[in-house]
């Protein structure tokens, strides 16, 4: 099986709480944007914000998806999160178990 698994995307996202972070992830699996959402709890960022030093609790999502489902994940992230400026950070893994990522693009397959 020949998978690119330089297709696959990881995108880092924090929420403000597992509410809001679990309805992130149902969306985006159920829309087929993201193939899998991790959520840990009990990050602690450190950030400045308008000027002022800032710490929160937050949840930190970790989303497989593909690089053909990134611009769309994006779009509708910023349509679901509650922050002004949400964290969107992504990195493309340097290699991906075959069959994971054979799975992976075929959850986030739009045909």
Not at 27 to 45: D, F, H, K, M, T
Request: charged share 25%; aromatic share 4%.
């Amino acid at each position: 099986m020949v998978v690119d698994s330089a297709a696959t995307r990881v995108v880092l996202v924090t929420a403000p709480d597992a509410e809001v972070g679990r309805s992130i992830a149902c969306a985006l699996v159920e829309e087929r944007l993201a193939a899998c959402v991790n959520l840990i709890p009990g990050v602690l960022s450190v950030y400045r914000w308008e000027g002022a030093l800032t710490q929160d609790e937050e949840l930190l999502l970790v989303i497989k998806t593909s690089a053909a489902r990134l611009p769309d994940l994006e779009r509708r992230l910023a349509a679901l999160h509650p922050y002004d400026v949400p964290e969107c950070v992504t990195l493309a893994p340097e290699r991906v178990e075959a069959r994971y990522a054979a799975w992976l693009l075929a959850a986030v397959d739009e045909a």
